[in-house]
């Protein structure tokens, strides 16, 4: 993990001006469909125009960069699937994955366009929320072109009162997530670097229930993450106990 420094805060805090500044953001609310985020990332991470949106055989990379592609996706890493079979054989290709370190959930009125003050969720940005993503794309992970960056930073939730319960929260649709300060980054770069997720405190050979403890997730997650660290080579089952797996860390 990288932690923000004054010089990657200002950047961040740039590209967040310059597209709150355009006619997008305000005449859009409620129409942007999730594009905030990946635009604001975007700028972050490439200023430069001319380096964005770039068409390299049949798709379009987000970023092209010194012989670079770089994919911006704020969920459902399945729609990556073909661009992948076709980028990761010539360059190398970073998927980019915005995460809430902090989350502040606002409620917008579709009636009247009114948007109530934040109010604070108390869950906590995992790093481990992009295995549920990285699962559809498994068979990619371990190419060597392959690169993955987690980008951490406090969010704004606009939610639409429209859902199904009396104070038409539950059920609600998302309506945008407006990025906020910049927390911190990781990057893989190598299956090895995945090992930076394996808490110390495990044993030698350890359940998913044991890791998930350790990690403190939930153990639905933490059998996905098992399954993606196997994909990668650091870890591989070594037997069983009673009816759960056991697992151990490749030490090589």
Same mark, same amino acid.
């Given at each position: 993990?990288? !932690?923000?420094?004054?010089?990657?805060?200002?950047?961040?805090?740039?590209?967040?001006?310059?597209?709150?500044?355009?006619?997008?953001?305000?005449?859009?609310?409620?129409?942007? #469909?999730?594009?905030?985020?990946?635009?604001?990332?975007?700028?972050?991470?490439?200023?430069?125009?001319?380096?964005?949106?770039?068409?390299?055989?049949?798709?379009?990379?987000? @970023?092209?960069?010194?012989?670079?592609?770089?994919?911006?996706?704020?969920?459902?890493?399945?729609?990556?699937?073909?661009?992948?079979?076709?980028?990761? !054989?010539?360059? !190398?290709?970073?998927? +980019?994955?915005? @995460?809430?370190? +902090?989350?502040?959930?606002?409620?917008?009125?579709?009636?009247?366009? *009114?948007?109530?003050?934040?109010?604070?969720s108390?869950?906590?940005?995992?790093?481990?929320?992009?295995?549920?993503?990285?699962?559809?794309?498994?068979?990619?992970?371990?190419?060597?072109?392959?690169?993955?960056?987690?980008?951490?930073?406090?969010?704004?939730?606009?939610?639409?009162?429209?859902?199904?319960?009396?104070?038409?929260?539950?059920?609600?649709?998302?309506?945008?997530?407006?990025?906020?300060?910049?927390?911190?980054?990781?990057?893989?770069?190598?299956?090895?670097?995945?090992?930076?997720? @394996?808490?110390?405190?495990? !044993?030698? *050979?350890?359940? $998913?229930?044991?890791?998930?403890?350790a990690?403190?997730?939930?153990?639905? @997650?933490? #059998?996905? +993450?098992?399954?993606?660290?196997?994909?990668?080579?650091?870890?591989?089952?070594?037997?069983?106990r009673?009816?759960?797996?056991?697992?151990? $860390?490749?030490?090589?």
């Amino acid at each position: 993990m990288t !932690p923000a420094n004054e010089e990657m805060k200002a950047r961040f805090e740039a590209a967040k001006n310059e597209f709150y500044d355009s006619e997008r953001l305000r005449d859009s609310i409620g129409v942007l #469909s999730e594009k905030t985020v990946h635009a604001v990332v975007k700028r972050y991470l490439e200023p430069d125009m001319q380096k964005q949106e770039i068409k390299i055989g049949s798709y379009h990379a987000d @970023i092209f960069h010194n012989g670079e592609i770089v994919e911006i996706q704020t969920r459902n890493f399945g729609t990556l699937k073909e661009k992948l079979a076709a980028f990761l !054989p010539e360059y !190398p290709v970073t998927v +980019v994955y915005p @995460i809430p370190a +902090v989350k502040w959930l606002r409620w917008v009125d579709k009636e009247s366009g *009114e948007i109530s003050a934040r109010h604070k969720s108390p869950k906590k940005g995992s790093p481990y929320e992009v295995f549920w993503e990285l699962y559809k794309i498994k068979q990619f992970i371990k190419h060597p072109n392959f690169r993955l960056k987690l980008i951490f930073m406090e969010m704004d939730e606009l939610r639409f009162l429209d859902g199904w319960s009396k104070n038409k929260k539950k059920g609600s649709n998302r309506c945008d997530r407006l990025p906020g300060k910049l927390v911190a980054e990781y990057d893989f770069t190598c299956p090895q670097d995945y090992l930076e997720l @394996i808490p110390y405190e495990l !044993p030698d *050979e350890f359940t $998913v229930k044991d890791f998930s403890v350790a990690a403190k997730i939930h153990a639905e @997650i933490g #059998s996905i +993450v098992l399954t993606i660290f196997m994909q990668t080579g650091i870890v591989e089952r070594t037997g069983k106990r009673g009816r759960s797996y056991l697992y151990r $860390v490749v030490e090589d």
